[in-house]
């Protein structure tokens, strides 16, 4: 059987970069990082969940943050030089980026929105990522995934 390949998957053949590609079963519906980094004996430091927000006037954002770590808004805020930065609706989530809770990636959304990636990315080899759908996930070095989403980095996390 051929391995099936998200979008992620073709968009980083695409664009010539090297990953590896894993699948967990989510049947009993844990789909959290931290649950998906438990299931694949993976270290939660090295895998990263995506979070879409809006700013107060509405432009989207992507922030990239470990999966055990929680999204400080203020500093979030400061590293797209916005006043505030919520949260977008779960019900948002689909029509702004194509993807849904759980499968969200920073690879291949409907337009690329600015991103902002943890700055801990830049001291680990690799960053998994989720492949795009629920049950996939992607590890890509950081400097490429960086280039990829054209994406910086910043002080993200609540301390």
Excluded at 31 to 38: E, F, L, M, N
Excluded at 46 to 62: A, H, I, M, R
Excluded at 101 to 124: A, H, Y
């Amino acid at each position: 059987m051929a391995e099936t390949k998200t979008n992620v998957m073709r968009m980083l053949d695409k664009a010539g970069i090297a990953y590896h590609s894993y699948t967990y079963d989510h049947e009993d519906g844990k789909i959290d990082g931290v649950s998906v980094a438990t299931k694949l004996g993976q270290n939660p430091d090295q895998v990263y969940k995506t979070l879409v927000t809006k700013s107060g006037s509405g432009q989207p954002y992507v922030f990239v943050i470990p999966v055990a770590a929680e999204l400080d808004l203020k500093k979030a805020a400061k590293a797209v030089g916005e006043k505030s930065i919520a949260m977008i609706h779960v019900d948002e989530i689909n029509k702004l980026t194509g993807y849904i809770r759980g499968g969200c990636s920073p690879v291949g959304m409907k337009k690329l929105f600015p991103t902002v990636f943890d700055q801990r990315v830049l001291d680990i080899p690799t960053v998994i990522v989720s492949g795009g759908k629920i049950g996939f996930q992607v590890e890509v070095a950081p400097d490429a995934l960086l280039k990829l989403v054209r994406g910086k980095t910043a002080d993200l996390t609540v301390e």
